[in-house]
């Protein structure tokens, strides 16, 4: 009688446990599955996987969609990233925005809106963070996915003591092995994030892209932040590019890729293909170690009380300095990213005119006065040959 | 190595799913702890490892 009695016990618990399990797995499992619209503007020539060029992560949740738009006029080529670390939105907003509304006169523009697909598919452990945001548009809301720095570990793992970077053979941190950031130029034998990097060079490569930018966010303490990361090659148009915002829109930093720090995209992109390979960082207090709640607000608007006092301490590195009456919003970063980016362009155009690409999409003042959701399209209206989920 | 980090990957799945079953078996049969306690931090353990078996998490 007693052990029927520990028996039901035991199994009534195990069904509460089952549910919370159901609970919580059903929230993993939606934000592993979410698909994001996207209505390409009519300059789009057509969409593929990045495993056209890599078998070697075909099938797999590092495989993402490529968006082209060729002009059709010989120009210079440009491929752009956002999401390489899916815990910085902005980057990937950029490249929607770009997506739905770019105009190409001259050259072709590859986008690809999440670099790192695997990592969008979950959230960062233990930072207890919202796993979307809203932004409000013309048509009404919509949901956007917030991911992690890394690669799902269900889709790399185990991680190993160490991570040896090939070809140096640099030491990193661990986790920097499921790091887009952290295994390039890749190899089509290797993790499946230094397959994902093996496939981001082969498409550099095969399509001889004059231009590479990787768009990121950092966290004000980073002295990274507001930055253009240029390696050696484009150091010039991006110190002008620079001068040129920071006289003009917005204070911009420049940096010379250093070389002894191996794996990151401004290094081995430039070393290992001929292209000019640039990363830009924008303020992203979300991702502050010392800010407050880490809310779909903060996210949106980038104010926070912590940070304010450490700007006050002198502590923070973003330019212009931190003011928590403005924060950091959403559209100002998008802005940054997408004025950085042509302003990059412009240069290039002017430094080689072989390369010279003719490119409209929102900018930076477009982005201050309508704001970031104002230029997404409706997928509810749009036409189905131009709407796509990523 | 591709055969083999894949291999090394999914053992650890199966691995996952092993203490899982390991987990649920000490809930039902166990000869120490016998408390009520204890039978909830042993039902509760198995949801890490259940939703990883399942590639859930």
């Given at each position: 009688m007693k052990n029927n009695h520990y028996k039901t016990r035991k199994i009534i618990i195990l069904a509460i446990v089952l549910v919370l399990a159901f609970l919580g797995g059903r929230e993993f499992y939606e934000i592993r599955h979410f698909k994001q619209s996207i209505v390409v503007s009519d300059a789009f020539t057509e969409r593929f996987m990045l495993?056209?060029?890599?078998?070697?992560?075909?099938?797999?949740?590092a495989d993402t969609p490529v968006y082209l738009y060729d002009s059709g006029e010989p120009g210079g080529s440009m491929l752009w990233l956002g999401g390489?670390?899916?815990?910085?939105p902005a980057t990937m907003l950029a490249a929607y925005i770009a997506a739905e509304n770019i105009k190409v006169k001259k050259g072709k523009v590859y986008i690809?809106?999440?670099?790192n697909y695997s990592a969008m598919t979950m959230g960062i452990?233990?930072?207890?963070?919202?796993n979307y945001y809203t932004l409000e548009t013309q048509w009404g809301s919509k949901k956007m996915r917030i991911g992690a720095r890394n690669a799902n570990p269900l889709d790399?793992?185990?991680?190993?003591f160490t991570y040896v970077h090939y070809p140096s053979t640099q030491n990193l941190a661990y986790?920097?092995?499921?790091?887009l950031n952290r295994?390039?130029?890749?190899?089509?034998?290797?993790?499946l994030t230094e397959r994902l990097s093996y496939a981001i060079m082969e498409l550099i490569r095969q399509e001889n892209i004059d231009l590479y930018v990787d768009m990121h966010e950092a966290s004000l303490?980073?002295?990274?932040?507001?930055t253009y990361v240029a390696h050696d090659r484009s150091l010039d148009i991006c110190m002008m590019a620079s001068m040129t915002l920071s006289a003009e829109q917005f204070p911009m930093k420049c940096e010379a890729s250093p070389k002894?720090?191996?794996?990151?995209s401004h290094r081995e992109v430039g070393d290992f293909s001929d292209t000019l390979a640039v990363l830009m960082e924008t303020p992203e207090?979300?991702?502050?170690?010392?800010?407050?709640r880490i809310t779909e607000e903060l996210m949106l608007t980038g104010k926070d009380e912590f940070l304010q006092t450490a700007s006050e301490a002198g502590l923070l590195y973003a330019q212009p300095e931190y003011d928590i009456e403005f924060g950091s919003p959403m559209e100002y970063r998008v802005g940054r990213h997408l004025s950085s980016t042509m302003e990059v362009i412009k240069w290039m155009s002017d430094f080689f005119p072989e390369k010279e690409m003719i490119l409209e999409f929102p900018l930076y003042e477009d982005l201050m006065e309508k704001?970031?959701?104002?230029?997404l399209q409706d997928p509810a209206k749009a036409d189905k040959d131009k709407l796509f989920y990523n | 190595m591709l055969f083999l980090t894949e291999l090394i990957h999914q053992i650890y799945f199966i691995l996952a799913a092993i203490f899982a079953i390991l987990l649920l078996r000490g809930l039902f049969k166990?000869?120490?702890?016998?408390t009520f306690i204890y039978d909830i931090v042993y039902a509760y353990s198995i949801i890490p490892f259940l939703l990883r078996a399942l590639h859930i998490k």
């Open positions: 495993s056209d060029y890599s078998d070697s992560i075909k099938g797999t949740w390489t670390h899916p815990y910085e690809i809106p999440a670099a452990l233990g930072n207890a963070y919202p790399q793992w185990p991680d190993p986790q920097d092995i499921r790091n295994t390039y130029p890749g190899r089509p034998n290797g993790s303490m980073y002295p990274v932040v507001s002894s720090l191996r794996g990151l207090p979300f991702i502050d170690r010392v800010a407050g704001g970031a959701g104002y230029f | 166990r000869g120490t702890r016998k």
